[in-house]
Nanobody
Framework: VQLQASGGGLVQPGGSLRLSCAASGVTFGTRGMGWFRQAPGKEQEFVAAINWSGGDKYYADYVKGRFTISRDNTKNTLYLQMNSLKPEDTAVYYC???????????????????WGQGTLVTVSS
């Protein structure tokens, strides 16, 4: 099983980035997927999650209205479009594959079986 996250980088405040997470060796189309992040010196926190079909999405309050999660099951790929980025969004972003396909448990990292290696997002002027 491999989750390959990409798309991170350095961006100015107010800018945008699109993260991708390519999955292989996992039944992508039946699993809920999520993005979590970890800032320096802080614990990993939930960012966004999506159910198996893409019909239900969950967002942390601090990204709601700025970030959009989506998935393409034909390409086994998860996305996170991040707009209006703030310095406090600086973190390593991890994609995860949950052992459940749907439900609010997708917001809990303990429900995830597999993780990508992380991609660094730095928001700074």
């Amino acid at each position: 099983v491999q989750l390959q996250a990409s798309g991170g980088g350095l961006v100015q405040p107010g800018g945008s980035l699109r993260l991708s997470c390519a999955a292989s060796g996992v039944t992508f189309g039946t699993r809920g997927m999520g993005w979590f992040r970890q800032a320096p010196g802080k614990e990993q926190e939930f960012v966004a999650a999506i159910n198996w079909s893409g019909g239900d999405k969950y967002y942390a309050d601090y990204v709601k209205g700025r970030f959009t999660i989506s998935r393409d099951n034909t390409k086994n790929t998860l996305y996170l479009q991040m707009n209006s980025l703030k310095p406090e969004d600086t973190a390593v972003y991890y994609c995860g594959a949950s052992r459940t396909g749907a439900g609010s448990s997708l917001t809990l990292k303990n429900w995830y079986d597999y993780w990508g290696q992380g991609t660094l997002v730095t928001v700074s002027s």
